[in-house]
DNA sequence: CTTGACTCCGTAGTTGGGTCCGGGGTTGAC
DNA sequence: GTCAACCCCGGACCCAACTACGGAGTCAAG
């Protein structure tokens, strides 16, 4: 198969596979007479990989860690385990600290509905009174 | 208070305060005879609101935004106020978004105490399944 | 008055993950 | 046999957010 119709298949952009290459996450596919890559068929499932694993957060980095696990034996499968819960511990701290900032921002907003002097705009005190109290 | 005495209470390199004021995001300080800045104790607090704002996802641009609210940008109460309730939508989405890799990946890593063949990894099969489940 | 730490400035480099450019070669349909 | 569409390649460029470089000026201590 063709770069752009495993480009497009996979749903990437031609440079992309190129870049993979150079970063060794792909391997050199054989070249036609004229000198065009010929992707065999398994390489739009390990594309596919690839992105989902970016979907989950992964780095490219890891990813070719995780394609590098791949092929060993047991002693892979926990390195691919301890990874992955790395990823997701990582995730989870990430969620905690983007729903404090965001219920913190909500009371903001709430502090909008309060009575307030004239020319004086509650939620933007209330910013700058958050902004000193930061550790 | 100097360049470098800012950088170390806010933890931060002297570059970035530069940096920073090159964007717009600290006004520029004023200057002892010398031709050095000299920054007043409120750019700590400043600093420190920036950098946390950072921690919790928020690009710089939209860090510039949210102290805009505070001096002369939208002189309206009610702009800051959609401005902030834009934010904290954008932050909602956003936890979503992570909420969801984090329970793919923890339903991932529950699948390694699933029973396996020996020379398999059921985490690595499993990223490489929901990569075929992808349309 | 010299030394060494600090500061100034413009500019360039880094990282991660691509994306684009432009000059050329290859294919396949008409 | 010619044309468009495709592919090749090295290298430049993109973004965000710094970080480093290096030559020159400032300042306080000894």
Sequence with gaps: MRTSELADRAGV??????YYERRGLLTEPPRTPG???DYPAASVGLLRFIKRAQELGFTLD??????????GGPDS??????LAEHRRDDLAARIRD???MHDSLADLVATCD?????????LLEAITD????IR
């Design 13 to 18: 952009n031609t440079e992309t596979l190129r």
């Design 77 to 82: 499968c926990d390195a691919a385990r301890a």
């Design 35 to 37: 000198g065009y890559r």
């Design 130 to 133: 958050s902004a000193e109290g």
């Design 114 to 122: 309060l009575p307030r002097a004239d020319r004086s705009c509650a």
């Design 98 to 100: 983007l729903q404090r």
């Design 62 to 71: 890891e990813v070719e860690e995780l394609l590098h696990l791949d092929n």
